[in-house]
T-cell receptor, first 116, second 114 residues
């Protein structure tokens, strides 16, 4: 089947605007992760969803960042009042279940966010 | 906390040369270990994995062995090709957090010259 898809692929916004990034995981995958890839910070974890459980938000860098996952499938990452340091590639990944470390994560192509 | 240390790049090799990219980790418990590859303009792809000590992961001529005694998971390939030029990331699955989120190394850029 299809892999993880993300939209948009590129987003350019002005400082202070809100942005929404979308992730469609692989069908049947119950675990969903968001990561951020930036030059200064490398690849860092942001948030994790597993089924209908409360998400693990421990990686979100500030309260301007939030995410939701509707119906256990599609997820949206929202960044409010964007800042230039939010510029990065935002990656979404899914796996069959977040209950075993051996389950590999499948990554989407990412959304490149540029804040001017 | 858990962490992954990966050798700095870039690494430049001639075609058919031997490749080693070092990766060591610090972890609570017994994490699974992974190598991901990011080809130019593409997303992250799993290259290989190992889920317990002494396991060897292999794929496309690349190998890595999970060494618990040295907390290492070095990536090797006997003869690299130009098509192997990419960025390689070592990662562990954080079992202690209960989420199995990945903790990544900083990535190593490999350039193979014809």
């Amino acid at each position: 089947g299809a892999g993880v898809s993300q939209s948009p692929s590129n987003k350019v916004t002005e400082k202070g605007k809100d942005v929404e990034l979308r992730c469609d995981p692989i069908s049947g995958h119950t675990a969903l992760y968001w990561y951020r890839q930036s030059l200064g910070q490398g690849l860092e974890f942001l948030i994790y969803f597993q089924g209908n459980s409360a998400p693990d938000k421990s990686g979100l860098p500030s309260d301007r960042f939030s995410a939701e996952r509707t119906g256990g499938s599609v997820s949206t990452l929202t960044i409010q009042r964007t800042q230039q340091e939010d510029s990065a590639v935002y990656l979404c990944a899914s796996s069959r279940a977040g209950t075993s470390g051996s389950n590999e994560q499948f990554f989407g192509p990412g959304t490149r966010l540029t804040v001017l | 906390g858990n962490s992954v240390t990966q050798m700095e790049g870039p690494v430049t090799l001639s075609e058919e040369a031997f490749l080693t990219i070092n990766c060591t980790y610090t972890a609570t418990g017994y994490p699974s270990l992974f190598w991901y590859v990011q080809y130019p303009g593409e997303g992250l792809q799993l290259l290989l994995k190992a889920t317990k000590a002494d396991d060897k992961g292999s794929n496309k001529g690349f190998e890595a062995t999970y060494r618990k005694e040295t907390t290492s998971f070095h990536l090797e390939k006997g003869s690299v090709q130009v098509s192997d030029s990419a960025v390689y990331f070592c990662a562990l699955s954080d079992s202690a957090s209960g989420t199995y989120k990945y903790i990544f190394g900083t990535g190593t850029r490999l350039k193979v010259l014809a």
